[in-house]
């Protein structure tokens, strides 16, 4: 854990997409699960790899890269899905592997440059530096499709 | 010590009313969803105060009263009579009956809680 | 819903259940009354279901609606105690003010806004029913006041402790209880006690007028007791203490000027005999001692032979009827309770499926066992689903009123039979029938019967009759609305399909597939816009959500007759009985109740109708052919070789389809999981549910799957057979 400051108001979940890495609040994640076999939810976006069974609960689960436009690796045994709550709704976010929890401040954090073409950044709320790495930190509510707000 | 009062009403609203009115006044309520089911609570009960309504199924209020009173135990018992109706003949009638006072409904938690206490002290 | 730390709050919403209970016996009642019922319990439940609801009402402030019921109430009071007979037009108006009744309950519930103009409009009639000696003098509002409740909890300490003696006044009290006074349970030491309450009190006990032992009646009270009060308090409140006594008693208050509110014909106030005794210590030890006379006859003025009084007494209690003995539960509770039955179903297949890998005798007590956990697994099931049943009455009875207003506003004399209003249905489905049934209800009033005139003239009986019935049958709800109306005009029912375009022109339809038109989207067969049914809602809504409870519509129709269509439901939402199936790497689940059959395809069975339209031969006729792992985008090129699987499924409009799969799996119980709306949802997709594996199996709604693909109809499917035929 890297210690930065003495003002620790956000705490940072780290993972790989793609050789990227980016991160979350950790208060929007509920769990982190291994991976398991989705069942494809049929017609659905690309990105939507099916739903897993949560305890109970039918869980849908979104493949990060393909979300985020970035070549989709071949599933294996050391990824996760990262089970996120956004306005009462869980989702699961199928990343390669969750790398760190870091805190920081909210001084810690930049704006994304604005290149509002670039789907990638669409959805990163802002970018932080840790240990010499950019890490980008995601809005999880732009990435999380709210069925309205889908099209858009 | 906490006086015990079986309330007879037949609306499960006003048996709530009357039981949130009194037990955080230290009684102790028993209540009763008619007149036959009432006299069914009362035997071995001994409560120190009565209250019923009039307009029930099975046995209304009036008759409720008239057994209470026939038996020899509970002929001193305190019974008031909860009635929507204001009007005096009705309270004349429940006082005939053998009824020792009324309240009117909607009730005042504190002055049913007053008015039993000033007939049972 | 209600904040649980709030009693008001809990006692409002257990109001409102109850109002809702008391709506329900009010209509029955009324109904009754209706139905010419002599029995005076009858109108006795009607008058105390509305006086119930004022009295509530009352209690929360809820003044329109105390308003209404009060004078609701009045005008039943009439009828019960016989001074006005109601006839139909008044017993029409009794049902229309009960309606307005249970509109103002919920209003008042979910804080909406009161139709006052209704009430008004409805109380005015109800006032002129009790004529003119009656009509206005009723109409005093202060005679019920209305007084909103606060429930603090912390109650004050009975104005006790403001004694903090300023003012202080002498009054002097004298008081004599009669014989009566003993009767109704008042006792003097009480009184006496509350007296010594408010203030200071020297008592005093006048013992003159007690005669000799030997004259003395037990019955009469002799004695008197004059009291010294000195007090903050006025005239009128000490007036109040002996109100229960106001008549039962001689009472004089003198007050401070020595100016009596009644003059004293002695005034022995004045002379201080008796030895003033501590006023506070007063209170428990007897003031003074009690007269013999005191003691026996309390309320034994007419000594009833009690042996005689309480002997029908006793005979009375075995014969009523325990109050039946229930328990409210929050709804949530119960759903989680259904669920983590849901959860057990799973648990038990999945231990049932690792079972069965091990390769265990079927003998070994594991397997015993198991057989034993999966019978306790279907009980438990069961109760739990009977726990969320609920009688389809109070849905009948919001029928009862829709036929009432969808009469009055098309002018036709309805009746309105209902049958099984036992019937026991899951919550859930009652309240999610009341928008198709209602919509029903108006197109059988609205396009069902006749016109009145109409009627006498084809020698019917004037009222058309709509029956409701519900009933279980094999394992389902079977719901039904009937009219004794013309039957559907077929001729005409068709000539609109063709003219929208829904059929070609010259398509031979059955009298099924024809009546099987009216749940086609877009169609309706009012030619003007009525005032009730034709509001572009049409029977295709209602087949819709009718399916969404994964249940069935269908239409029977004579000519001359009537029509009648039935629903079909399952017993409860939360399990289905499925038939698993594999299609390529997936497994599905499909309701069983659709499959009609399981085919092996033959060499010559399929044909191709235009390029990507496939029918399958079956039983001398055709039937659409489809892939599901097409359908469902697993595969993209379909599978139609000789010896694939095939289930021939029926939809809910009678019409049939193939579906091509890959295996069947098993029949089973499964445990439908909700799919949350806020994801993606795939059309075609019902529910999913939990297999033995753990993994998600996906539950098809097999019309909706074939809707998305461009479905051949019925009378799409008669053409093509005629050209199959022509080739």
Redesign the interface.
């Given at each position: 854990m890297s210690e930065q400051g003495q003002n620790k108001d956000l705490e940072l979940l780290t993972f790989r997409v793609a050789d990227q890495e980016y991160s979350l609040d950790i208060m929007s994640v509920r769990e982190i699960r291994g991976w398991t076999r989705t069942t494809p939810m049929p017609h659905a976006p690309d990105y939507m790899r099916g739903v897993i069974n949560l305890r109970g609960t039918v869980l849908p689960v979104m493949d990060l890269a393909r979300r985020l436009n970035l070549p989709s690796q071949e599933t294996n045994e050391r990824n996760v899905i990262i089970v996120v709550k956004l306005s009462g709704t869980l989702t699961g976010l199928l990343v390669d592997a969750v790398s760190d929890i870091v805190a920081i401040t909210e001084d810690d954090l930049q704006p994304p440059p604005d290149i509002s073409s670039d789907p990638q950044m669409s959805v990163v709320r802002s970018l932080t530096v840790i240990d010499d790495q950019m890490i980008r930190v995601l809005d999880l509510a732009a990435v999380v499709p709210v069925s309205s707000d889908e099209a858009a | 010590m906490s006086l015990k009062v079986l309330a007879v009403d037949?609306?499960?609203?006003?048996r709530?009313?009357i039981r949130?009115?009194l037990m955080?006044?230290g009684f102790d309520v028993h209540l009763a969803?008619?007149g036959?089911?009432g006299?069914?609570v009362l035997d071995g009960l001994e409560p120190d105060a009565i209250i019923t309504d009039i307009?029930?199924?099975?046995m209304d209020g009036f008759g409720f009263i008239d057994?209470v009173?026939?038996?020899?135990e509970h002929?001193?018992?305190?019974?008031l009579v909860l009635t929507?109706?204001?009007a005096p003949e009705l309270k004349m009638r429940a006082?005939e009956a053998?009824?020792?006072?009324?309240i009117v409904?909607?009730?005042?938690?504190?002055k049913l809680?007053?008015a039993l206490?000033?007939?049972?002290? | 819903m209600s904040d649980q730390n709030d009693p008001m709050a809990e006692i409002r919403a257990s109001f409102f259940i109850e109002c809702e209970e008391l709506m329900e016996a009010l209509q029955d009642g009324l109904q009754e009354l209706d139905d010419g019922s002599e029995e005076p319990e009858t109108i006795n439940v009607v008058f105390r279901a509305v006086h119930s609801i004022k009295g509530g009402a009352g209690a929360f402030g809820l003044e329109a609606l105390v308003r209404f019921a009060h004078r609701y109430e009045t005008v039943l009071d009439e009828v019960r105690n016989g001074s006005l007979q109601p006839d139909s037009e008044a017993m029409k108006l009794f049902f229309l003010a009960a309606d307005h009744l249970s509109d103002l309950v919920r209003a008042c519930r979910d804080e909406t806004e009161l139709d006052e103009a209704t009430s008004d409009e409805l109380l005015t009639r109800l006032d002129a029913l009790l004529g003119e000696d009656g009509g206005s003098e009723e109409v005093e509002p202060e005679e019920f006041e209305v007084q909103g409740l606060s429930l603090a909890l912390d109650l004050p300490d009975l104005d006790v402790d403001d004694t903090e003696a300023n003012d202080s006044t002498l009054y002097t009290v004298r008081f004599k209880p009669e014989q009566e006074l003993f009767a109704t349970g008042n006792e003097p030491l009480m009184l006496l006690r509350n007296l010594c309450d408010l203030g200071e009190a020297t008592v005093r006990c006048n013992f003159d007028d007690l005669p000799s032992l030997t004259d003395l009646a037990p019955e009469t009270p002799y004695v008197e007791w004059i009291i010294e009060l000195k007090t903050e308090a006025a005239e009128p409140e000490i007036r109040d203490i002996f109100e229960f006594v106001d008549g039962l008693c001689e009472l004089e208050i003198t007050g401070p000027q020595g100016e009596a509110a009644a003059p004293a014909p002695d005034a022995p106030a004045e002379e201080p005999p008796a030895p003033p005794e501590p006023a506070a210590e007063a209170a428990d030890p007897a003031p003074a001692p009690e007269p013999p006379a005191n003691v026996v006859p309390m309320g034994n003025k007419e000594p009833p032979a009690p042996e005689t009084a309480k002997e029908p007494e006793a005979e009375k209690k075995p014969a009523t009827p325990a109050a039946k003995s229930v328990v409210r539960v929050d709804l949530e509770r119960i759903e989680r309770l259904v669920n983590l039955v849901g959860e057990l179903v799973i648990n038990q297949a999945m231990l049932s499926q690792s079972l069965d890998e091990a390769g265990l005798s079927p003998h070994s007590d594991a397997m015993n066992g198991l057989e034993e956990f999966q019978r306790l697994t279907r009980d438990i099931q069961d109760s739990v689903m009977m726990i969320r049943a609920q009688p389809v009455k109070s849905l009948f009875q919001r029928m009862s009123r829709i036929v009432r207003e969808s009469s009055a506003a098309v002018e036709k004399e309805v009746r309105l039979v209902t049958e099984g209003e036992a019937t026991e249905v899951d919550k859930t489905v009652i309240e999610r029938l009341a928008d198709p049934l209602t919509h029903m209800i108006r197109n059988a009033v609205d396009h069902g019967l006749e016109a009145t005139e109409k009627r006498e003239e084809l020698g019917k009986s004037r009222a058309g009759t709509v029956t409701l019935t519900a009933a279980h049958r094999s394992g389902r709800v079977i719901i039904e609305v009937a009219d004794d109306g013309a039957g559907i005009n077929r001729k005409r029912v068709q000539e609109i399909a063709a003219n929208k375009g829904l059929i070609s022109p010259d398509a031979q339809l059955s009298d099924s597939e024809i009546d099987n038109l009216l749940f086609l989207p877009g169609f309706s067969t009012a030619k003007q816009v009525s005032n009730l049914s034709g509001r572009g809602v049409g029977m295709d809504v209602v087949k819709t959500s009718i399916q969404s409870l994964g249940g069935r519509i269908t239409i029977n129709s004579e000519p001359g007759k009537g029509t009648t269509f039935s629903i079909s439901l399952p017993l409860t939402l939360a399990v289905l009985d499925g038939m698993v199936v594999n299609v390529a790497e997936e497994t599905l689940v499909l309701p069983l109740n659709v499959v009609v059959e399981t085919l092996s395809l033959g060499p010559d069975d399929v044909q191709m109708l235009r390029p990507g339209n496939y029918v399958v031969r079956w039983r001398g006729g055709f039937v659409p052919l489809y892939d599901l792992g097409v359908m469902l985008g697993y595969r993209s090129h379909r599978k139609t070789d000789p010896g694939s699987i095939v289930l021939l499924i029926v939809l809910e409009d009678g019409s049939r389809a193939a579906l091509v799969i890959d295996g069947i799996q098993d029949q089973r119980q499964v445990v439908i999981k909700g799919l949350d709306d806020s994801f993606y949802r795939a059309p075609g997709i019902a529910a999913a549910t939990i297999l033995g594996d753990g993994q998600i199996a996906l539950i098809l709604d097999p019309a909706d799957v074939i809707s998305g693909m461009g479905h051949i109809r019925g009378t799409d499917l008669m053409l093509s057979e005629r050209k199959i035929a022509n080739e």
């Open positions: - | 037949d609306s499960r609203t006003m709530d009313m949130m009115a955080p006044a969803e008619d036959v089911h006299i069914e307009n029930m199924p099975r057994a009173r026939d038996q020899a002929r001193a018992t305190p019974i929507t109706e204001s006082r053998g009824a020792t006072g009324w409904k909607p009730f005042d938690p504190a809680v007053k206490q000033m007939v049972a002290g | -």
